[in-house]
């Protein structure tokens, strides 16, 4: 059974930066791209970047680009997501979902920015 | 980016009743190798997104045939019919040709 596990929730103070991780089971994460996406609260589904973690390449919407950095550990089968610089309208939980069709998706991870 | 328009933005409807969700895309999405990657998607409450549809038809694993998803280019329809109480939520559809993938805004199935 494939399985996404995602950490738990975040509290980040304006400035800050955290790391959110993605566990993937009974799935080998080199055999697939792992995709992030988030949910501001209320509202619909936004595209954030996508990695290879194969070779560690990546692809991020405009809007990410300076915001969000994909990585991936294929030893552990888990990928991540550093979101730096936060303010308080990256607040939104932040999902991962594998293959090219985004077939399977972790429970999401809460983030939070607040002083 | 393309522009996805997902339409209506919310859609009454009874028990056993058939409903039709529509998504059109700004531009085209077949890609270069030939294939339509437009996928459909149910959010339910408190839930994370499932994959009901991949590339414009094809049913993911375990979906019930009362799901089925059609259209070429730029327009696309998911069809539901029997509705069942476990279809109610959030309906999104995505385009994955283009960088970035985008998302339509979403389609709320609810009980008249």
């Known amino acids: 059974e494939v399985q996404l596990q995602q950490s738990g929730a975040e509290l980040g103070k304006p400035g800050t930066s955290v790391k959110l991780s993605c566990k993937v089971s009974?799935?080998?994460?080199?055999?697939?791209?792992m995709h992030w996406v988030n949910q501001r609260p209320g509202k619909g589904l936004e595209w954030i970047g996508r990695?290879?973690?194969?070779?560690?390449?990546?692809i991020y919407a405009e809007k990410f680009k300076s915001k969000a950095t994909l990585t991936a550990d294929t030893s552990s089968n888990t990928a991540y997501m550093q979101l730096s610089q936060l303010k308080s309208d990256d607040t939104a939980i932040y999902f991962c979902?594998?293959?090219?069709?985004?077939?399977?998706w972790g429970q999401g991870t809460l983030v939070t920015v607040s002083s | 980016d393309v522009l996805m328009t997902q339409t209506p933005v919310s859609l009454p409807v009874s028990l056993g009743g058939q409903v039709s969700i529509s998504c059109r895309s700004s531009?085209?999405?077949?890609?270069?190798?030939?294939?339509?990657?437009l996928h459909w998607y149910l959010q339910k409450p408190g839930q994370s997104p499932q994959l009901l549809i991949y590339r414009v038809s094809n049913r993911f694993s375990g979906v019930p045939d009362r799901f089925s998803g059609s259209g070429s280019g730029t327009d696309f329809t998911l069809k539901i019919s029997r509705v069942e109480p476990e279809d109610l939520g959030v309906y999104y559809c995505?385009?994955?040709?283009?960088?970035?993938?985008?998302f339509g805004a979403g389609t709320k199935l609810e009980l008249k």
């Open positions: 009974g799935y080998n994460i080199r055999s697939t791209y």
């Open positions: 531009q085209s999405l077949v890609h270069s190798d030939g294939n339509t990657y």
């Open positions: 995505l385009q994955s040709t283009h960088f970035p993938n985008t």
């Open positions: 990695i290879d973690p194969a070779n560690g390449n990546t």
């Open positions: 979902a594998i293959q090219g069709y985004y077939g399977f």
